[in-house]
């Protein structure tokens, strides 16, 4: 997660000779969680991550949004859906720039590996530093989209930043139908540019999106008595159309 390096620790030996200068032994230290930069951005991240946001289940990721904007003396707003927008005044002498929106989902893909106990609807999720990575410990991290909501908060809680008016949106139920999305309202955001925070690669900004849309499709059958035979033969040529396949 972050693009320094691993700083190295100087060992010095004792095995020499008499008199001879101590003989430096270079090795690796490893990083920890306090040495990932932006240190504000992974702050609020590993905050983040003690709190549980399933799909569906956000209330207590948005009961956390509104703390934190109670706790700045932000504007806070949450919608119907359980959108919550954070509003910032522009720095003095900015408030006539163009009020820009910064968004990104806050549910996560809830996973985890078959060996690990662990429950979405209570339990944080384990972070651990493996090399220059950050991972969770046998679960999904949820850095999809944490880490745009970390960013947002860190530029929140960050006075020395100059800018415009800011509108920080956090929408809910990304991961399993865009809900949040959907639902927004007419009126909720006044901004005039909107930037989203969960795109897939560091560095690059996309100009458009394709965008989702869910399809229901009907259709009718008509139930006749399956041939003898008729799955054994089906399976063999499957089985054989794979083979020619691969």
Same mark, same amino acid.
């Given at each position: 997660?972050?693009?320094?390096?691993?700083?190295?620790?100087?060992?010095?030996?004792?095995?020499?000779?008499?008199?001879?200068?101590?003989?430096?032994?270079?090795?690796?230290?490893?990083?920890?969680?306090?040495?990932?930069?932006? *240190?504000?951005?992974?702050?609020?991240?590993?905050?983040?991550?003690?709190?549980?946001?399933?799909?569906?289940?956000?209330?207590?990721?948005?009961?956390?949004?509104?703390?934190?904007?109670?706790?700045?003396?932000?504007?806070?707003?949450?919608?119907?859906?359980?959108?919550?927008?954070?509003?910032?005044? @522009?720095?003095?002498?900015?408030?006539?720039?163009?009020?820009?929106?910064?968004?990104?989902?806050?549910?996560?893909?809830?996973?985890?590996?078959?060996?690990?106990?662990?429950?979405?609807?209570?339990?944080?999720?384990?972070?651990?530093?493996?090399?220059?990575?950050?991972? @969770?410990?046998?679960?999904?991290?949820? *850095?999809?989209?944490?880490?745009?909501?970390?960013?947002?908060?860190?530029?929140?809680?960050?006075?020395?930043?100059?800018?415009?008016?800011?509108?920080?949106?956090?929408?809910?139920?990304?991961?399993?139908?865009?809900?949040?999305?959907?639902? &927004?309202?007419?009126?909720?955001?006044?901004?005039?540019?909107?930037?989203?925070?969960?795109?897939?690669?560091?560095?690059?900004?996309?100009?458009?999106?394709?965008?989702?849309?869910?399809?229901?499709?009907?259709?009718?059958?008509?139930?006749?008595?399956?041939?003898?035979?008729?799955?054994?033969?089906?399976?063999?040529?499957?089985?054989?159309?794979?083979? &020619?396949?691969?």
């Amino acid at each position: 997660m972050s693009s320094d390096k691993s700083s190295k620790l100087t060992i010095f030996s004792n095995k020499r000779k008499q008199n001879e200068p101590p003989i430096p032994i270079i090795k690796e230290k490893s990083m920890e969680k306090k040495d990932l930069k932006p *240190a504000g951005v992974f702050k609020y991240f590993e905050e983040i991550c003690q709190v549980p946001r399933p799909s569906k289940k956000e209330e207590k990721i948005i009961a956390y949004l509104k703390a934190f904007g109670a706790k700045h003396n932000l504007e806070t707003n949450v919608d119907e859906a359980g959108n919550v927008l954070i509003k910032k005044p @522009a720095t003095p002498g900015k408030e006539n720039f163009q009020t820009v929106i910064l968004q990104s989902h806050i549910d996560m893909v809830c996973e985890k590996n078959n060996d690990v106990q662990h429950d979405f609807l209570t339990d944080p999720i384990e972070t651990e530093i493996d090399g220059e990575w950050l991972k @969770a410990k046998g679960t999904t991290l949820g *850095a999809d989209n944490g880490i745009g909501v970390a960013t947002e908060l860190a530029i929140l809680a960050d006075d020395s930043i100059e800018h415009g008016p800011l509108e920080c949106l956090f929408t809910v139920d990304e991961e399993t139908g865009l809900t949040g999305a959907f639902e &927004l309202k007419e009126g909720f955001m006044s901004g005039d540019i909107l930037l989203n925070l969960d795109s897939e690669d560091e560095g690059e900004i996309f100009i458009g999106c394709a965008g989702g849309i869910d399809s229901v499709a009907e259709f009718s059958y008509k139930e006749v008595e399956v041939p003898a035979g008729f799955l054994l033969q089906s399976r063999s040529k499957r089985t054989e159309r794979r083979t &020619l396949r691969w």
